[in-house]
Structure formats: structure tokens, C-alpha cells
């Protein structure tokens, strides 16, 4: 598929991106935790707290993990972690850390290299963290992604995560998913909403390419 005219640059994950994940990778490294991430970690916490708990440690998916970014904030806070991700040098680059050697070792890190029309998750999770990976599930397999996603989560479990727009750039590609705001809203209806944040824009991308964002942010409970 060729670029259409006026569309922001192909997405990496495009056969014809003139980028690879090893340039988006060198570019996150380093980088903080998402706050979707963090929004979820506090709304844990503000339950164990009410439990008269110090801090609720819990087992976690990181779906898409890249490099590690989120990886590494729920290991140092304590949990055990599944990091997920469909590219082989993600889950090399995560394994080389020297900040998650120790969680390896212990066993409290595992990593998977899954697609998403191959994952296979383990029951009862008590948190999905799916940072600006979903967009990337062709349309034709997201319902499945998301029903997989859905009955892998314990009663009283989060996920967060983003979605993209439907007037987001790359809207354009037809291997990508991307939902109107009334789609974003029925997809996460059955469960509790506890964050809901629509952001549209224009913009750069992690590569420094200009692109028009049209992202949901959200945190929600089942």
C-alpha cells in the first residue's frame, strides 16, 4: 500500500516505513512510565491503602512492552510481570536490562514473544497494560484480541491502555484499528470507566515526523 497523499509518514510497524522498531526503541530508552500506567498503580494502591494495606503488589500483562519502559516501573514496584511483545528484538532488548536482571532471575519477570493473533495470556491477571499497542491489531482480529484480553482479567482487575481515532493520520493505513469516540466508548461500556481522556492534535511522532493525533487514554475496571 502506498502512502497517501497528505498522510503523515507510515507507521513503523508499515512494510514500507523507512523505520524500524530499532530507531523506535533507541528513542524510548530511558523514557518514564506511561501515566496510564501510573493512573492504575495509584487506584490500586487507594484500595490496599482502604484495606489498611502498605501497597497492593498484583500480577501484571505488559502487552507490547517494547523496550521496557513500563515494564521496569511495575518490577520496581514490587510485581510479578508477563512482558509481552510480537517483535523478537524488544523482548532481547528488555531481557539485556540491567534494572530487570534481578527480577529475572527471581522469576517474577517472564517474557513472551507473541503476536497478537497468537496470544495465549494466563487467567486471573490483575492487570492488562496495553501502552499504545493496540492500534497496531489489523481490524479483522481485534474483536478476538480484545475478547482474549477481556476473559484473561480477574473480576476487580484494570487495563489501560490507548486507542486511536479515527481522525488520527494514520487512519489512512487499513492494517491498523482505529475507532470513533461512540466505538472507544462501547467497546470499554461493560466495564467501570475510571479514566476516559480523548486527545486531537497535530503533532510530531517519536521519530520526529509530523502526524496528526487523535488518541483515547484510558484506565478501566472490570
Known amino acids: 500500500m502506498a502512502n497517501p497523499p497528505n498522510a503523515a509518514p507510515l507507521p513503523v510497524s508499515h512494510p514500507d516505513s523507512p523505520h524500524t522498531w530499532s530507531d523506535y526503541y533507541d528513542l524510548m530508552a530511558g523514557r518514564p512510565p506511561r501515566e496510564t500506567l501510573l493512573r492504575s498503580l495509584s487506584l490500586f494502591d487507594a484500595e490496599a491503602k482502604e484495606a489498611r494495606v502498605e501497597r497492593f503488589v498484583g500480577y501484571a500483562v505488559d502487552l507490547g512492552c517494547g523496550e521496557g519502559r513500563d515494564t521496569v516501573e511495575l ?3 514490587g510485581w510479578r510481570v508477563l512482558a509481552v511483545d510480537g517483535e523478537p528484538e524488544a523482548i532481547a532488548r528488555l531481557q539485556s536490562r540491567p534494572d530487570l536482571q534481578a527480577a529475572l532471575a527471581e522469576l517474577r519477570l517472564e517474557t513472551h514473544v507473541q503476536r497478537f493473533e497468537q496470544l495465549i495470556l494466563p487467567a ?3 492487570l492488562i497494560n496495553a501502552s499504545f499497542c493496540l492500534p497496531f491489531c489489523p481490524p479483522d482480529q481485534f474483536p478476538a ?7 484473561a482479567l480477574r473480576p476487580g482487575g484494570r487495563m489501560c491502555g490507548q486507542l486511536f481515532g ?3 493520520s494514520w487512519a489512512a493505513y487499513d492494517h491498523m484499528t482505529h475507532l ?10 461493560s466495564f467501570t470507566i475510571e479514566q476516559f481522556e480523548e486527545e486531537a492534535h497535530p503533532g510530531t511522532t517519536a521519530l520526529g515526523e509530523a502526524k496528526f493525533w487523535h488518541i483515547f487514554h484510558w484506565v478501566i475496571r472490570k
Do not use: F, G, N, S
Not at 484480541?145 to 476473559?151: G, R
Open 75 to 77: 518490577v520496581r514496584r
Open 124 to 126: 486471573d491477571l490483575d
Open 145 to 151: 484480541l480484545w475478547q482474549t484480553l477481556t476473559h
Open 166 to 168: 479515527d481522525r488520527d
Open 180 to 189: 470513533t469516540r461512540p466505538q472507544a466508548e462501547a467497546l470499554l461500556q
